[in-house]
């Protein structure tokens, strides 16, 4: 069995919003069109307390994609975003929502970020979707949504190595690009065995 898994399409990496990525909002069509065809679908939701330590903003005299180490390695610093209940956090509004049979959020605890829709970013700590996925009896993945280089690639490279067959739909994902991290992001993918589609 199959699922799709659709990462983190909300209004806040969406052009217009706090972290945008570029032409974020024109694959909400072509997920919602696959999210006809998929038997299960599956959303991750970015969902930060207001206070996050990702947020620059919560680090003196740090700016926005500068790198910082944190306790589990060395971690981005990202524009606040995604702030619980915010209209930034909700999901696109014309992503179609209501196909999705499970939505999982991630990055709620304030101490460490959570890129991956499997385990925050310490890569130990799950968020229970591994065994949600194992008691659907679903083995392969697909995997569409924002941003490219973050949250998707680091979701299908710890799908693969859990175990899932995983297939990323290239066209159906927008990335952010920081000094290179779309093409990094692409060779750790392969490496990894994730098929890019
Ligand atoms: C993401 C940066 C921070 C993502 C989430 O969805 O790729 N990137 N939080
Ligand atoms: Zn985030």
Same mark, same amino acid.
């Given at each position: %069995?199959? *699922?799709?898994? !659709? @990462? ?5 990496? $969406? ?5 945008? !990525? ?8 072509? @997920?919602?069109?696959? %999210?006809?065809?998929?038997? *299960?679908? @599956? ?5 930060? #307390? ?20 944190? #306790? ?17 956090? /909700? &999901? ?15 990055? &709620? ?28 009896? @679903? ?11 973050? $949250? ?7 799908? *693969?190595?859990?175990?899932? +067959? !995983?297939? !990323? ?9 920081? +000094? ?6 692409? /060779? ?10």
């Amino acid at each position: %069995m199959t *699922a799709l898994i !659709v @990462i983190d399409m909300q209004n806040d990496f $969406c052009p217009g919003g706090a972290l945008a !990525v570029a032409e974020g909002d024109s694959i909400v069509s072509g @997920i919602n069109a696959l %999210m006809k065809s998929s038997n *299960a679908v @599956i959303l991750t939701q970015d969902w930060h #307390p207001a206070d996050h330590s990702s947020f620059a903003s919560q680090h003196e005299a740090q700016a926005p994609y500068e790198m910082i180490d944190m #306790p589990y390695g060395p971690q981005v610093l990202w524009p606040d975003h995604c702030v619980i209940g915010s209209q930034g956090a /909700a &999901f696109h509004p014309e992503l179609d929502v209501n196909r999705a049979d499970m939505v999982i959020r991630k990055g &709620f605890r304030r101490e460490i970020d959570s890129y991956s829709a499997f385990f925050e970013n310490d890569h130990t700590t799950p968020t229970g979707l591994e065994g949600y996925l194992r008691t659907r009896k @679903i083995s392969s993945l697909l995997l569409a949504g924002l941003a490219t280089d973050f $949250c998707v690639a680091y979701s299908a490279i710890d799908a *693969a190595k859990l175990g899932f +067959d !995983v297939t !990323v739909c290239m066209d159906l994902c927008r990335g952010i690009d920081l +000094d290179g991290s779309l093409e990094a992001a692409k /060779a750790q993918m392969q490496d990894a065995g994730v098929s890019l589609a």
